[in-house]
């Protein structure tokens, strides 16, 4: 019996020294990894436990979300905002997101005044092309046409770049697809993914315009006359700054109503966004300038730039 206790407390001494000795293993290997750092601890089964792998979408990707989502519910609201009211389109460019959004983008309406744009931008290229700066002539006639909206300026210019074919031809070379230009150059037909496109090429620095073209482009559409500044500005914060075009015109082919066009750009420190809206079919000039200030505030409420 003596020796059996004495093999069993044997027994029991070195299973003692087992678990003790394994505990002084496990702290040696807490504070001595194998490059000098700590070791993670093991789990029961005698695996490493690992850190939690990231999963879900990266802020890139929630961002878009979010403004996927901004789009539909604008969608959304448009449409039951169209409701009875005069048809209309608009288009946003927002250069700082890279977001384009369009409500009927493809629709044609008459451009009236707002093809001045596009007559601005084909005399800027010629003179490019020239490697010269518009004459004392051309920018007199230039200033009247976008400030003021003067018609005979604009005719004079128009015919100058050689009318119709000329300016279609200019057109490609900004990118309009969805354009027709009118020998009446007011009853050009648009869309507003086209002038969306116009209003780009006033901005990007890979567009046919060069950097002068472009700034005087901002400068005279920046400066317009006080009675034209309605319609895309209406959707600006104060100390924003605007430029717009607008066009308004009557048409024997819809029993006189009204045409009312608004294009333009607002930016800030945090904004840069360029803004059409396009309208026809108004009873009055007015209810016009309504529906597209209410559209241009619209899109601003619901896409959050």
Partial sequence: MGSVRRTRTWIF????VGVLAGVGLVGVGLFRGGDGG????TSASGGAT?????TGPSPEELAAQARAKRA??????????????PEFSVAVLDKKTGQKFSFR????????SIVKVQVLGCLLLKA??????????????????????????TTS??????????VTACNKRLGLTQTVVNSAWGLTRTTVDDQIKLLGQLVDPKSPLDADSRKLAFTLMNSVDKTQEWGVPAAAKPGEEFTVKNG????TADNGLWAVNSVGRITSDDTDVSLAVLSHRNATMDSGISEVETVAKMTRQYLKY
Avoid at 72 to 85: E, N
Avoid at 105 to 112: C, I, N, P, Q, S
Avoid at 157 to 166: C, E, I, N, P, V
């Fill in 50 to 54: 690992s850190s939690p792998t990231p």
């Fill in 13 to 16: 001494v070195v299973a003692a």
């Fill in 157 to 166: 210019l128009f015919t100058g770049l050689g009318g119709k074919s000329a």
């Fill in 128 to 153: 490019q092309d020239k490697d010269r700066d518009l004459t004392s002539s051309e920018l007199a006639k230039a200033k009247l046409m976008i400030r003021l909206s003067d018609n005979n300026a």
């Fill in 248 to 251: 308004w015109d009557t048409r």
């Fill in 72 to 85: 539909k519910d604008l969608t959304a609201a448009l449409t039951k905002y169209a409701v009875g009211k």
């Fill in 38 to 41: 700590v070791l993670s601890l």
């Fill in 105 to 112: 983008g493809t629709e044609k309406y008459d451009t009236a």
